[in-house]
């Protein structure tokens, strides 16, 4: 017979909001896609760009003078970590196209160094996503995206762009540079879509 001591209940699981397959972490690791640029705050811009070619940019200063949100949210990379109660500071993207006319579905991210990821438009909106510029009260480091990111924080963390240049909007959907090396088009943890099959 087996000896079993007294409160032995197997294994725990603390992290009742942790996405299926995810470990919790209180590192904020670094994984990049290439080398990380270094952007010169005096020539940093912003750009949306519809589906007709219409610009809305902003400088640095233009930017940081908008209207900013102060989101904590939970974090989730493809690679099984998740950084819980993250703290930043960032533009909505609910405001960056609020005087925007578009009839686009899609949105490419692009960032300084060439990466792209896809998301749908209303994964974006409705106070789900930001372009954060602070990160636990501190500029973002380059790192980090620095100096601003999208933050979307409800799909796996490559859709949260680094070193955010410019949000395309589209009317059809364009892979970007993970999904196109076989990750999963949506990229919810939830759901654990992390590789093209999932």
Known sequence: MAVINRGFGGRRRDDT???????RTDDFPVLSA???PRIDLDE?????????????????AEFTALPADEPTVDIHCVTRWSKFGTSWRGVSVDTLLADVETAAEYVVAHSYGGYTTNIPLEGLLDGQAWVAYEFDGEPLAPVHGGP??????????????????ALELRLDDEPGFWETAG???DGDPWREQRYLED
């Open 148 to 165: 601003a990111r999208l933050l979307v924080p409800h799909l796996y963390f490559w859709k949260s762009a680094k070193w955010l240049r």
């Open 17 to 23: 909001d942790l996405p299926p397959g995810q470990y």
């Open 44 to 60: 940093w811009e912003l750009a949306v760009v519809t589906e007709t070619g219409e610009r809305s940019t902003w400088s640095w």
């Open 34 to 36: 290439g080398p990380t």
């Open 183 to 185: 990750y999963h088009n």
